[in-house]
Nanobody, 124 residues
Framework: VQLVESGGGSVQAGGSIRLSCAVS?????VAWFRQVQGKAREGVAS?????????YRDDSLKGRFTISRDSAKNTVYLEMNGLEPGDTAMYYC?????????????????????WGQGTQVTVS
């Protein structure tokens, strides 16, 4: 199993970024987490497979972020709009061995066994 993030970068407040997570050897739940240096990693959103049901850690993220999946490319995206300086973080995609998705799983990193290397998003 391999997950590879891309698409991070620097953007001004109010701007947008789309992150990509290329997945190989795995076709189940994929989640996005983020981590600010010195703080705990926190869940952002997840998407199930094959149905594609989406979950967001809270409503404030759901209004600005959109998680989606291109099954043909086995790639999961995180579209982020209206970015704020508080969104500055390293963003990681992750997968779970049993494939179950849901908001509860976004509350704990231990629920995910597969992780990418991360991609940095900086909002100024």
């Amino acid at each position: 199993v391999q997950l590879v993030e891309s698409g991070g970068g620097s953007v001004q407040a109010g701007g947008s970024i789309r992150l990509s997570c290329a997945v190989s050897g795995y076709r189940h739940c994929v989640a996005w987490f983020r981590q600010v240096q010195g703080k705990a990693r926190e869940g952002v959103a997840s998407i199930s497979s094959p149905v594609g049901t989406t979950y967001y850690r809270d409503d404030s993220l759901k209004g600005r972020f959109t998680i989606s999946r291109d099954s043909a490319k086995n790639t999961v995206y995180l579209e982020m709009n209206g970015l704020e300086p508080g969104d500055t973080a390293m963003y990681y995609c992750a997968g779970r061995t049993d494939g179950n998705c849901g908001v509860w799983y976004l509350t704990t990193t231990s629920a995910f066994q597969y992780w990418g290397q991360g991609t940095q998003v900086t909002v100024s």
